[in-house]
């Protein structure tokens, strides 16, 4: 039961996490949104998912996994169903940061389970329950482009069941008391914050976050600049992106018995460097769907493999220490979005440029594999 709990909070977060680059092209043509603003919007979800992730920590090693889990799914279902309801631009940006707030909380939460339940195959574990992020991220461009023919509003009544339901779920499973003891104080978090190895992990997964949304939130559009139709731009991030993520997860959680989560991840950064490079030069569809899948094969270790490795090197305090790895994850997203924006300004072509940053960002993390290597060792 904790892991099908943990399974069905992070496939409600994989959900929301594809929600915003799969509503985005229908909120800009409601509300005359620019590409600078569709980067605000996205920095409001970053803002929260980041003050969400580093606040939620002590909490977790405190007062245990459940309490983070319940709240932070509250806020999701909280903004999914007044979205359908905002007024305007203003609105938008608030209802996204409480969306980020409520997904900080709840993808923090659940990893910070997952690695204590599963301390003997941490990375396998986390891998396997993190498939289910590439399947809540394949199923909402799917379900936006093939069922609701972009009716988003359904599409957020539809993802706000879903984390009722999940509610009701955590709340009635027994988890783990806190790892962290009753008596947990913020002054005992000290030497793990300031532990070089942290800083390390929290800059590569930060790289890491700039690729990976950067696909999510903008892929669609690129394609639709590129002059491939917006269903099927949707579907290529649908059955491609996270379909790729999804797969990829289930093919390396074997390989990570046997292979250091480390190779795993310099294996990875290059394969991120080439296919994410090679995918921003097509302007044909089925080239761009081949690229795309290849792409989400090699980013699917990365996220759970660096949170196994922090929880591992981190055992007394894992909900303070992951909390801080994934708060400098979305932090990349902020940054990422806001250069996005800011590079393509008014010209959707411009997107093909702006996005370069996916691959620039997929090499600086090969040679930072390197120096987490030698702080391991």
């Not at 938008?92 to 993808?107: E, Y």
């Not at 396997?128 to 009716?151: D, M």
Request: hydrophobic share 60%; glycine share 12%; charged share 5%.
């Amino acid at each position: 039961m904790l892991i099908f709990a943990a399974i069905l909070a992070i496939f409600v977060y994989g959900m929301i996490a594809a929600m915003l680059g799969t509503i985005l092209p229908d909120l800009s043509e409601r509300f005359h949104l620019t590409p600078t603003q569709n980067g605000t919007i996205a920095f409001a979800q970053a803002l929260g998912l980041m003050i969400a992730s580093l606040c939620v920590g002590p909490l977790l090693d405190t007062e245990g996994d459940k309490i983070g889990l319940i709240l932070g799914l509250v806020f999701i279902a909280s903004a999914l169903l007044a979205l359908p309801r905002a007024g305007g631009y203003g609105s938008i940006v608030f209802l996204l940061f409480v969306l980020g707030v409520g997904g900080g909380i709840v993808v923090t939460a659940a990893n910070a389970l997952v690695s204590g339940v599963s301390e003997a195959h941490r990375a396998t574990a986390l891998n396997l329950v993190n498939l289910f992020f590439g399947l809540g991220g394949l199923a909402t461009p799917f379900i936006s482009a093939n069922l609701f023919q972009r009716k988003w509003v359904r599409l957020c009544y539809t993802i706000a069941g879903m984390t009722l339901v999940s509610i009701v779920i955590q709340a009635t499973t027994h988890m783990p008391a806190p790892a962290g003891g009753s008596g947990f104080v913020l002054t005992q978090a000290g030497p793990i914050l300031g532990h070089p190895l942290l800083f390390l992990l929290g800059f590569f997964l930060f790289l890491y976050v700039s690729c990976e949304v950067g696909v999510w939130n903008w892929l669609a559009r690129h394609l639709i600049a590129q002059g491939i139709p917006e269903s099927r731009a949707l579907n290529i991030l649908s059955l491609g992106f996270a379909f790729g993520l999804l797969l990829g997860r289930v093919a390396v959680s074997p390989i990570l018995i046997h292979m250091s989560a480390v190779l795993v991840l310099l294996a990875s950064s290059v394969a991120m460097a080439v296919t994410t490079f090679l995918m921003l030069r097509t302007n044909k569809a089925g080239e761009a769907a081949g690229l795309v899948f290849l792409a989400g094969l090699a980013m699917a270790p990365v996220f759970p493999t660096t949170l196994a490795i922090t929880g591992g090197a981190f055992p007394r305090l894992p909900g303070t220490a992951i909390g801080f790895v994934i708060t400098c994850g979305w932090a990349g997203l902020a940054v990422s979005s806001r250069i996005i924006g800011a590079i393509a300004g008014g010209d959707p072509l411009r997107l093909k440029k702006a996005l370069l940053l996916i691959p620039a960002s997929s090499v600086l993390m090969v040679g930072l594999n390197v120096a987490i290597w030698a702080a391991l060792r």
